[in-house]
């Protein structure tokens, strides 16, 4: 980590809002050449969107999935190709990359699953998504991951040169006691792959970023891909970022792009002094706790 140390505790951060289509090799370069723009422009941590090497949908997670290492550290020659292409790039770029998710098959299962990379390349850590989406709005929209994903039982916080850094996935925004888990854990950012849709998204995407900030007074990113009417599931977009008093820093519209968030890590301090929720809990009355390992 020494290498990339900054003396500054503010640092740029891009979001990817790729637009994702049908062929899985395009997918990967686009991303890829996403990542290297970022790059250019000073990002020191850059994320992708959930599921952005193939198509969001049930039907189509089988047919794109790939192993995922076991171990962390330099993938080997047996890492599945999404693996391969998101380290080489973060390597080549020298960014910490939060590799969006993909869909994941391991000993028969399969999963929605993230994956995180250092500048030297190397697996940090993986995030298969802990909560599946299950949405039955009649006439409106029906999906429901559980009929072929199954979930994941750990969460990934790893750190950065700047801060300790929390990961979930889209649905996860819903269940509060993640991001308070991530918060005690010290993470002051938490990065959320997405891609809500058009019906729940208007209300609820901002909603949950917002709060989950403001709850736990720390900085809070979704990552969305693209909207495309064309396609079967149609995706909010919208990704952005929010700072610890709950503001958006910045946001995309539904249009393919890079938003770009200076995370200035004082502003955690300083929200936190100003309003001491986090220090004020009455862990004598109730009690959030973390029952997994890593
Ligand atoms: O919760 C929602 O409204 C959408 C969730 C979703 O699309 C997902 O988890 O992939």
Redesign the pocket.
Known sequence: MAAHAEATSSFKLALIQLAVGSDKATNLSRAAEKVREAAQNGSKIVALP?CFNSP?GTQYFKDYAEEVPAETGQPGPGAGESCKALSQVARECGVFLVGGSIPEVRKGKYYNTSMSFGPDGALLGVFRKVHL?D?NIPGKLRFREPDVLSPGNKFLSFDTDWCKVGIG???DL?FPELGSIYGLRGCKLLLYP????TV?GPV?WELLIRGLAANNQLFVAGISSAQDLTASYHAWGHSMLCNPWGKVVVSADEKEGIVYGEVDLSEVDRVRSHIPVTAQKRWDLYSITDKTST
């Not at 997405?194 to 849709?197: E, S, Y």
């Open positions: 959930e969001y989406a949405v996935i889209c649905y819903r997405g891609a809500f849709n729940t609820h």
